[in-house]
């Protein structure tokens, strides 16, 4: 075990694993978010979810009026015009 030193309590870590943990006492002493932070990285995070949804929706009806452009034109420049 490795015991890593912190600006606050010790961690231990596994040398073999790596796995994190904390003794009863150590729990107590961690810094503790606001609220209002943890809300406000959960918004981020699902402002991120809808802006990719947006993203790959907008390439979604790009492909789809290419496709319509290339059945109605026959390709590119061998159609009508």
Do not use: N
């Not at 150590?26 to 402002?47: M, N, S, V, Y």
């Not at 907008?58 to 061998?78: K, S, T």
């Amino acid at each position: 075990m490795y015991v890593v030193p912190t600006s606050g309590p010790e961690i231990d870590l596994c040398r073999v694993c790596q796995m994190m943990w904390f003794d009863i006492y150590e729990i107590d002493d961690l810094p503790r978010r606001a609220e209002g932070e943890i809300q406000a990285e959960q918004w981020k995070t699902e402002l991120r979810r809808v802006q990719a949804r947006r993203a790959a929706q907008r390439q979604f009806d790009q492909r789809m009026q290419d496709r319509r452009i290339h059945a109605i034109y026959g390709g590119f420049g061998g159609g009508w015009f």
